[in-house]
């Protein structure tokens, strides 16, 4: 949550313009941070097979990715 | 299936059926929230002016709701081997916390009505409306699984305690998974764009 308060707060108080690219990324990093997280302790997958672990962890990694290249090119 | 397989299985909690619905839950939300990169790359001045007139403190509580509505069922889960009562109110309180999302969720939703921002108004509009409908709908299933869950332990109906464990690491994981995807979202549509 303290992640969360933090990444609003980036987010809100600084005009993050698309041609500055620095900030998405940082507000993802958090993100990313927070999701793996709840893969690892909510959902508890830590002691999960790893390639189950990887899959679910992996869809975090790709949309993220993905999402702020789109965004990096605008 | 050997052995080795199965004590691996094992540790992966709840059924492997809600794991396997998890998963193609998880490939559309992938599709949709690349759609919104997208779209945002396409029409940048649209989405800046559209996120403008969204809610933010509404998505920062709502993101509090769901992690705080998460961490009540771990809490319930790691309960299910010795105090019922603990589990009961752990889900309760997932189901308040859902609650609280889905009344957050629809006044923001009336106040966009209201203020003439509708499916058709642009682009911006109507991946959100669409988008977060999707996620708002997935939250009130996520609502009814645990609802059940909780209403099967207190009735008594799980054959086993092995079972009644596996029924809640199940709605757990599909629980976090709409979270999962929240934690996406939330700064997609609220933060990135300003």
């Not at chain 2, 299933?141 to 209403?151: T, Y």
């Amino acid at each position: 949550m303290g992640i969360t308060l933090i990444g609003w707060l980036i987010g809100r108080s600084t005009v993050t313009p698309l041609s500055n690219t620095s900030l998405p990324w940082i507000i993802f990093i958090m993100t990313w941070i927070k999701g793996q997280c709840v893969i690892d302790y909510f959902m508890a997958l830590r002691h999960a097979p790893r390639r189950f672990r990887l899959l679910i962890s992996g869809w975090l990694l790709l949309v993220l990715v993905s999402i702020g290249v789109i965004i990096s090119q605008s | 299936m050997n052995a080795i397989n199965s004590a691996a299985l094992k540790k992966v909690p709840g059924d492997l059926a809600m794991w396997v619905f998890i998963m193609a839950e998880l490939a559309v939300f992938a599709l949709l929230l690349i759609s919104i990169a997208l779209a945002a790359h396409q029409q940048p001045e649209t989405f800046r002016a559209g996120v403008q007139t969204l809610h933010p403190i509404f998505g920062l509580l709502n993101t509090f709701a769901l992690l705080s509505g998460s961490a009540c069922l771990v809490y319930a889960v790691e309960q299910s081997h010795d105090y019922p009562q603990r589990i009961l109110q752990g889900l309760f309180a997932t189901l308040l916390l859902g609650s609280v999302y889905v009344l957050f969720k629809s006044i923001e939703y009336y106040s966009l009505w209201q203020a003439g921002y509708h499916l058709r108004s642009g682009t911006f509009y109507f991946l959100y409306y669409f988008v977060t409908f999707f996620h708002f709908m997935h939250v009130l299933l996520g609502m009814v699984i645990v609802f059940v869950v909780r209403q099967r332990i207190q009735q008594g109906t799980y054959p086993q305690i092995e079972d009644q464990h596996a029924g809640l690491e199940s709605a757990g994981s599909y629980w976090h998974m709409v979270d999962l995807v929240w934690l996406v979202l939330f700064p997609l549509l609220y933060l990135v764009y300003l």
